[in-house]
């Protein structure tokens, strides 16, 4: 149990459609990144938050996008959805003052079809 | 950027040891990582290396040699429950909280 909640689960959309995704991190985590983790494949790092603003970015497009609130909170959007996007998207917070133990949330799996 | 190489799968014995390689090719380094991943679970910390050497956690080693690029998790006395994906991860010095994964090795453990 690492404290880290994500919503929904599970959730199915239309190619084009737009989604949003939502992370609860513990009190005091203050800095959160989002991953991609596709079928059979490590999880890929697509951005990080750290107070609320966007801290570093991988390789992802624009039309990736994000947001962190002062309660902790988290949304990863991701606009006009394509087939490649489905995957298991987690993310992942971190307590401040520790640097690198991320405690990882269990997940939403997003099917684009 | 990162490059992160590992086995794709391995399979032992309940009760015996298995080494899970990993090498790197990294434009900037600090520090390594192993998580463990069961199936549509989230992953799961095991190991920091950041300094050469072997650091040993209860049934879990996990040793870095930075100089190769190489790293490994060791687990010994294997049990059913450690069947899962276990993920080698390197933090990118130029952001900290930025982890590059590699494609996991997925662990089967036989009665």
């Known amino acids: 149990e690492t404290g880290v909640t994500q919503s929904p689960t599970h959730l199915i959309k239309t190619r084009g459609q737009q989604v949003t995704l939502r992370c609860s991190s513990q009190s005091g985590h203050n800095t959160v990144s989002w991953y991609q983790q596709a079928l059979g494949q490590g999880p890929q790092f697509i951005f990080q938050?750290?107070?609320?603003?966007?801290?570093g970015r991988g390789n992802f497009p624009p039309r990736f996008s994000g947001l962190q609130f002062p309660n902790y909170s988290s949304e990863l959007n991701v606009n006009a959805l394509e087939l490649d996007d489905s995957a298991l998207y987690l993310c992942?917070?971190?307590?401040?003052?520790?640097?690198?133990?991320?405690?990882f949330g269990p997940g939403t799996r997003l099917t684009v079809t | 950027g990162q490059n992160i190489d590992q086995p794709t799968e391995m399979t032992a014995t309940e009760g015996a040891i298995v080494q899970i390689n990993c090498t790197y090719q990294?434009?900037?380094?600090?520090?390594l990582f192993w998580y463990q991943q069961h199936a549509g679970e989230a992953p799961t910390f095991l190991s920091y290396?950041?300094?050469?050497g072997l650091e040993e956690k209860g049934r879990f080693s996990s040793f870095l040699s930075r100089s190769k690029g190489y790293s490994y998790l060791l687990l010994k006395e294997l049990q059913m429950k450690d069947s899962a994906s276990y993920l080698c991860?390197?933090?990118?010095?130029?952001?900290?909280?930025?982890?590059?994964f590699g494609a996991g090795t997925t662990v089967t453990v036989r009665a």
């Open positions: 938050y750290y107070r609320e603003e966007e801290n």
């Open positions: 992942a917070s971190t307590p401040g003052g520790k640097g690198f133990e991320q405690y």
């Open positions: 290396n950041v300094l050469d």
């Open positions: 991860a390197v933090r990118d010095s130029s952001n900290d909280y930025k982890l590059s």
């Open positions: 990294t434009s900037g380094f600090n520090g």
